[in-house]
């Protein structure tokens, strides 16, 4: 197991933020592939959200047939070279796979990630767009979610516009996911491979801004709102406008764009909060090179929403973790900047609503942690603004769908993903917002379908 | 310690395991490393009128990521000069008087010629000779090699003349490229020969390259059949061994060649009637060294077993393989899943379902847990379920007990013919 001195180089930032796990060689690859037994009715098959024909896909590269193998990938899932990377495999297919017990699981993600990368090298285009049939879609939102809900639309016939807000397309995979786990190559070639059915992806486009949401609806047959959700919530504590504290959600952002900032060199900083968001702000801080990072979390390292191999590698990369710590206020110097983080220590009461044992603050154990920066990773804002200028009906930002068609209180307006995720609806994984996506394209082409032939 | 040593017609080796005639027996230096390993004798690489090689000569069969499942060659016999490689043979002998050297030979089939060769090569002080009537490639198209081995005829002539001056025994090496091979093992026998070995290499093309279109070897652009070998044709050797063994009148000893790699397949080859066994594709595969765990396994085996030769087991299932007609057609077993071992991947299943007779079934406990069941009564005894099943012991075949005594084919003909015989006298 390598140590954080020898993962991490301070000299050279940029090297920190390569792509981390190295990927099978073409031996491994092979040696692998050979391993599966090929299951009937495959569980994997049945435990990935997205039901990619994992045997199938598995057999095509020991076989020696890649691009089939990519494309049976692809097919069910347009965002499968990134879900090779991000998928909590263990928790999803591999943890499903029979040889579990017997021997050791099939590295399924390692594989899908050899057959889509080899789509990716050798430039592959592996779908073609179906006829025009006359019916225009709008997506909102370039994410998991609207990528593959505009990908299954254009093979449909679709003609299908994507509006944007960022400058590129790819949502949470090629702005939210940290580069050292997703390249955000990966996450461009899907978008790329969305565009290349003829899907118009309007970038830079804010709706609400740019384009009104009424124009949208009335443009187009149909709108499908996957606009994911927003940056992190404010912790309403004392000294959140200090220098120095940063919202994880665009902190990670950075870090995607133009060159790494340097500031952290050395540095102490407090992540606050222990989910998914949480973990990558803490390891990029370390690959910035960090001093000491420590992630500061009410509960304890049981009611974590990071899965185990997000923590394991945060404890690879040296990040500490103080568990039962809440933070009461952030105090900063006399030039505004973050100087401490005052905290109190929790113990856990009874359950809450989320089935979690509610924190509750010890009293007299106020501890202060000194820190150069607060990474604030509590969960994410609602786009709310936009779903009410779409009118539709929402239960705290989480807008209310039909479960089996995706059809939001607006007979025209479909949503899926992350904007639908929370209150009992699906889980926020970049596969499930692909699977919605898929499913709202069917639902939606069914629906289209359907009254062409009543008005027939 | 079980006592590893065999008799095989009079030539005796520390243990059954000889190197068969090919390329790791080519030369006195391998042939000699080979012994320091630990082999109990070499049949060295066939010995003859120095020929011609061509270069691109091997090739292997890859199965599932697996290398060399099967292997094929189209290099002859020994393109060294006669002095050079009877002088090794002296040399070695000398340095490895216990190990078993046997000569390899392919001549002309004419009598002065096989005359000839014999008297050369016993002079040097070989243990027994062995008479290349397998070979199938090249040597073959002028007449000799498995060209020869091919005629019951021919072979038993070549044999008889081979042992017109032989002083010492004479195995005979036949070629499985044949429709009956007891024919020319029975023509050996006839003609004089101490002992029979088999099998020598199948013919075989290994492949066709997919971009280039060219065979596999290819020399410059064109190929030619090779002789096929390796784990892949142990049963077809195993098979013929057990034919031999059984046919009343071949009563030689055989040597049994083809596809061993482990301990394992000499005591199957063994104890189907072969007196030791020959290797060749697995130590060009992995080196001498691999014969350590043969030793080493055949030795624990026995051991285990409470054997204390190995020229114990030697046929001792020989009078277990018969004529299909004396099966029992009332032995009835059938496939029982365990399902506290069984790891659900339905290969089972789908197997039954798509190749054999549809009786696993894909089942719901009341707690929601998927398991497998076989409908015993619908179920023929196959094997399949039990042979793709990737976990032991998931699956066992059961014998179910028969309610009618044992009647095989041959004895149900039998009864049915007296029946009528019995109507006609009746009638």
């Known amino acids: 197991m390598q140590s954080q001195q020898q993962r991490i180089s301070t000299d050279n930032l940029e090297s920190n933020f390569r792509e981390v796990n190295p990927g099978l060689s073409p031996k491994a690859a092979i040696e692998e592939a050979n391993r599966c037994l090929y299951c009937y009715d495959a569980p ?150 969305v565009e290349q059915l003829g899907v118009n992806i309007r970038t830079r486009v804010q ?30 504590i004392e000294g959140e406008d200090l220098q120095g504290v940063y919202d994880a959600i665009e902190f990670v952002e950075e870090t995607k764009r133009n060159g790494l900032r340097t500031d952290f060199v050395g540095k102490k900083v407090a992540v606050i909060g222990a989910g998914n968001t949480a973990i990558d702000a803490a390891t990029c801080s370390v690959r910035l090179g960090a001093a000491n990072v420590q992630m ?31 933070p009461t206020r952030i105090i900063g110097d006399e030039h505004g900047r973050v100087k401490q983080l005052e905290c109190v220590r929790m113990q856990l009461g009874e359950p809450d609503e ?103 | 310690m079980a006592d590893l040593s065999i008799n095989l017609a009079g030539i005796k080796s520390p243990n059954p395991f000889w190197l068969a005639s090919a390329p790791p027996t080519n030369s006195g230096y391998q042939v000699q490393r080979a012994f320091e390993a630990g082999w109990g004798g070499a049949v060295w690489k066939t010995l003859g009128d120095p020929i011609l090689n061509v270069s691109s000569r091997f090739a ?112 005979i090496k036949l070629t499985p490229n044949i429709t009956d091979i007891t024919a020319t093992a029975y023509a050996a026998v006839q003609g004089g020969a101490d002992a029979i070995s088999m099998i020598n290499t199948i013919n075989s093309l290994m492949g066709v390259d997919l971009d280039t279109w060219n065979t596999i070897p290819h020399v410059g652009g064109k190929g030619a059949h090779g002789g096929y070998c390796g784990p892949a044709v142990k049963p077809i050797a195993l098979n013929m061994v057990a034919e031999c063994a059984r046919h009343p009148d071949i009563h030689v000893p055989i040597s049994g060649i ?44 026995l051991d285990d077993k409470g054997i204390p030769s190995a020229m114990e087991i030697v046929g001792k299932s020989v009078d277990r393989f018969t004529d299909w007609g004396n099966l029992d057609l009332n032995y009835h077993i059938v496939a029982r ?46 094997n399949l379920c039990s042979i793709v099943c990737p976990v032991d012991g998931a699956i066992d075949m059961v014998e179910v007990p028969s309610q009618e005594a044992p009647l095989s084919w041959n004895e149900r003909q039998a009864a049915v013919q007296k029946l009528s015989e019995n109507r006609k006298i009746v009638s």
Not at chain 2, 351 to 377: F, K, P
Request: glycine residues 10%; contains cysteine.
């Open chain 1, 207 to 236: 709706v609400g801004k740019d384009i009104s949401a009424e124009d949208i609806v009335d443009g187009h047959d149909a709108v499908i709102l996957a606009v994911g959700m927003g940056n992190v919530p404010m912790l309403g």
């Open chain 2, 337 to 382: 899943i365990n399902n506290d071992v069984c790891i659900n991947c339905n290969k089972c299943h789908i197997a039954c379902e798509d190749a054999s007779h549809q009786c696993i079934d894909m089942l719901t406990d009341e707690n929601g847990v998927d398991y497998l069941q076989v409908r015993e009564e619908d179920c023929v005894g196959c």
């Open chain 2, 258 to 301: 083809g596809g061993i790699s482990t301990w394992q397949d000499a005591v199957e080859y063994m104890l189907m009637g072969a007196t030791g066994v020959q290797v060749c594709t697995a130590a060009m595969h992995h080196g001498f060294s691999i014969v350590e765990d043969m030793i080493d396994g055949l030795n624990n085996y």
């Open chain 1, 354 to 456: 989320s089935g979690r044992r509610r924190p509750l603050p010890v009293e007299g154990s106020e501890l202060t942690l000194e820190v150069d920066a607060v990474i604030k990773a509590i969960g994410q804002t609602r786009h709310t603004a936009l779903i009410e200028a779409f009118g539709l009906d929402h239960e705290k930002g989480v807008v209310r769908i039909d479960q089996d068609t995706f059809q939001t209180s607006h007979p025209k307006v479909y949503a899926a993903g992350d904007v639908i995720f929370g209150r009992g609806q699906g889980e926020a994984m970049v596969v499930t917002a692909a699977e919605q996506g898929k499913q709202t394209a069917y639902a939606v082409h069914q629906q289209l379908t359907d009254s062409v032939t009543e008005s027939a």
């Open chain 1, 296 to 326: 500061v979390y009410r509960r304890t390292e049981a009611e974590m929403t990071a899965y185990d191999f997000e923590y394991e590698f945060a404890k690879l990369d040296g990040v500490e973790f103080r568990w039962l710590t809440q």
């Open chain 1, 44 to 193: 994997c098959i049945k435990a990935c959200p997205t039901g990619i024909n994992i045997p199938s896909f598995i057999k095509k590269i020991a076989s020696g047939n890649l691009k089939g193998s990519a494309r049976v990938i692809m097919e069910a899932n347009p965002v499968g070279a990134s879900c090779a990377r991000v998928c909590p495999t263990e928790e999803l297919c591999e943890g499903a796979c029979v040889l579990n017990d017997a021997s050791t699981p099939i590295m399924i993600g390692d594989l899908q990630r050899v057959a889509t990368d080899w789509a990716i090298h050798n430039q592959q285009q592996l779908f073609q767009p179906g006829e025009y049939n006359g019916k225009n879609v709008a997506v909102v939102g370039g994410g998991p979610a609207g990528l593959s809900a505009a990908r299954e639309l254009a093979r449909l016939g679709y003609k299908v516009t994507i509006f944007e807000a960022k400058e590129k397309a790819g949502g949470l995979d090629t702005f939210g996911i940290v580069s050292f786990r997703l390249p955000q190559d990966i996450s461009l070639w899907e978008v790329e491979q």
């Open chain 2, 60 to 171: 292997g069969l890859d199965f599932n990521g697996q290398k060399v499942f099967g292997f094929n060659n189209i290099e002859l016999i020994t393109d060294r000069p006669l002095e050079v490689n009877l002088k090794e043979i002296y040399e070695t002998k000398k340095k490895f008087p216990d190990h078993a050297i046997i000569a390899s030979l392919m001549v002309e089939p004419k009598r002065e010629a096989w005359h000839e060769i014999v008297k050369r090569v016993e002079d040097v002080g070989v243990d027994g000779l062995e008479l290349n009537f397998g070979c199938p490639h090249g040597m073959s198209e002028r007449g000799m090699g498995s060209a020869s081995g091919q005629v019951p005829e021919l072979v038993e002539a070549q044999t008889m003349w081979a042992k017109e001056v032989a002083q010492t025994p004479v195995i």
